[in-house]
């Protein structure tokens, strides 16, 4: 078994933690070593029913800033992780379980599920479980920082053991594809030129779990918040992400997956704003620079422009035919 150790890259890069092989350890051992170095690397299970000296286990682990991913095949074997094992190996964050191969089950305390490829779980990672590898593994597994979870879903907590079905849609069923493909090519050559693929990589995570996350919710909250706020001209996309308790990068992916942009989101309500007050007939000595200040606009010029783009007419154009169709 091989101990991490300084392999570090230049600043930012990613850099490999360990590998493990039951092969590389006595017969007697490898359980115990298999248990050792997951309880170091990854979360602390307990093995059963493994074979004894039949037992193989293969595992590469990568250490990034924000996650940790592991190859992990096998073959046939039981895991368990039980409140002792929580207590000894806390994980604050995560855990993702991504089949590759092979057919698994399960177990929490509320019920279960069977995995398999296209198939995986989340779960928080202070969740005690079990699971019977039928036939063996072969998965990434991820280990998820509370941070790194917050970033990606909005919450700072995982609170229930979720299904992660790749199959759902289209885009999870190719994002998930990939999501291997970069971990799995990352993970075998060792991270040396793994630096430019790591926000591919966390970019296809987000957008794995973001379907279980509860982001319709927060796309309603994103536009209340913008109803609410697109007055204000120095509205930012951070300002948003503070209103609603989400991070920029989730904020941004949750609205592109629901069909919007955060900028043509806030224009949008600016223009709607902008044409009911030049509708308002008790507005109709308003300037069209008084418009565009109170409707979020930094200069009439921009709000003009803008106008002209939407309704294929100038505010005061617009303004002038909504009061005709007005008078008597």
Not at 249 to 256: D, G, Q
Request: charged share 25%; hydrophobic share 40%.
């Amino acid at each position: 078994m091989s101990v991490p150790g300084d392999t570090a890259t230049a600043a930012g890069e990613p850099r490999a933690l360990a590998r493990f092989a039951t092969g590389s350890v006595p017969s007697h051992r490898r359980v115990s070593g298999w248990e050792d170095y997951h309880a170091s690397t990854l979360v602390g299970l307990r093995t059963a029913h493994a074979g004894g000296a039949r037992f193989r286990a293969e595992t590469s682990t990568l250490d990034l800033a924000d996650m940790r991913i592991a190859r992990v095949t096998g073959s046939e074997h039981s895991v368990r992780r039980g409140a002792s094992d929580i207590a000894a190996h806390p994980v604050s964050g995560a855990l993702v379980y991504v089949p590759l191969a092979g057919m698994s089950t399960f177990v929490h305390r509320s019920g279960g599920f069977d995995l398999g490829p296209g198939r995986g779980v989340v779960c928080s990672g202070d969740t005690a479980f079990a699971r019977d590898l039928i036939g063996g593994v072969d998965e990434i597994v991820v280990r998820l920082p509370r941070t790194t979870v917050e970033e990606l879903t909005g919450a700072p907590t995982w609170t229930r053991p979720t299904v992660l079905d790749l199959d759902r849609s289209p885009a999870a069923r190719a994002s998930g594809h990939d999501f291997a493909e970069v971990a799995d090519g990352l993970i075998g050559r060792g991270l040396r030129a793994g630096s430019g693929l790591h926000d591919r990589l966390l970019d296809l995570l987000g957008t794995m779990l973001s379907g279980l996350s509860g982001s319709v919710d927060i796309v309603d909250d994103v536009l209340a918040a913008i109803a609410d706020h697109h007055r204000e001209p120095d509205l930012s996309a951070g300002r948003i992400a503070r209103l609603t308790g989400v991070s920029e990068r989730h904020l941004s992916r949750i609205l592109a997956e629901a069909g919007h942009s955060l900028p043509q989101a806030v224009a949008a309500a600016r223009l709607e704003t902008a044409r009911s007050i030049l509708a308002d007939p008790d507005r109709a000595g308003a300037s069209i620079a008084e418009v565009a200040v109170e409707s979020g606009f930094r200069s009439q010029a921009k709000l003009s422009r803008s106008y002209a783009a939407r309704f294929g007419i100038t505010p005061l154009k617009h303004r002038r035919q909504m009061r005709a169709r007005q008078e008597p």
